[in-house]
Nanobody
Framework: VQLQASGGGLVQAGGSLRLSCAAS????????MGWFRQAPGKEREFVAT????????YYSDSVKGRFTISRDNRKNTVDLQMNSLKPEDTAVYYC??????????????????WGQGTQVTVSS
């Protein structure tokens, strides 16, 4: 499975962006899909995840209420709608696929497939 993330860019604080992750080379309909981000000099951190059916979603405290993760298994895609962006959201955003157990969905090591990343820059 290959993942391709897109939709990043430069936006002012308070603005919105929508990231998209497209899968190819196989279906991700049975995988948990996640978004992580990595700012310069920092560890890659969990942002959001969605279960294979789309019925369960989880968010980091820092993005809860501002970001929304969704998926379309017919199109083999997962999106991240980001609203009310802040300068501290600036990072490279990565999509990932895996089958983490419930206790490890925040753990990047629980995901098997990764996209190449897309840069999000929020100016103040």
């Amino acid at each position: 499975v290959q993942l391709q993330a897109s939709g990043g860019g430069l936006v002012q604080a308070g603005g919105s962006l929508r990231l998209s992750c497209a899968a190819s080379g196989g279906t991700v309909s049975s995988y948990t899909m996640g978004w992580f981000r990595q700012a310069p000099g920092k560890e890659r951190e969990f942002v959001a995840t969605i279960s294979w059916s789309g019925g369960r979603t989880y968010y980091s405290d820092s993005v809860k209420g501002r970001f929304t993760i969704s998926r379309d298994n017919r199109k083999n895609t997962v999106d991240l709608q980001m609203n009310s962006l802040k300068p501290e959201d600036t990072a490279v955003y990565y999509c990932a696929a895996g089958r983490p157990v419930l206790s490890s969905y925040r753990n990047k090591d629980a995901y098997n497939y990764w996209g190449q990343g897309t840069q999000v820059t929020v100016s103040s």
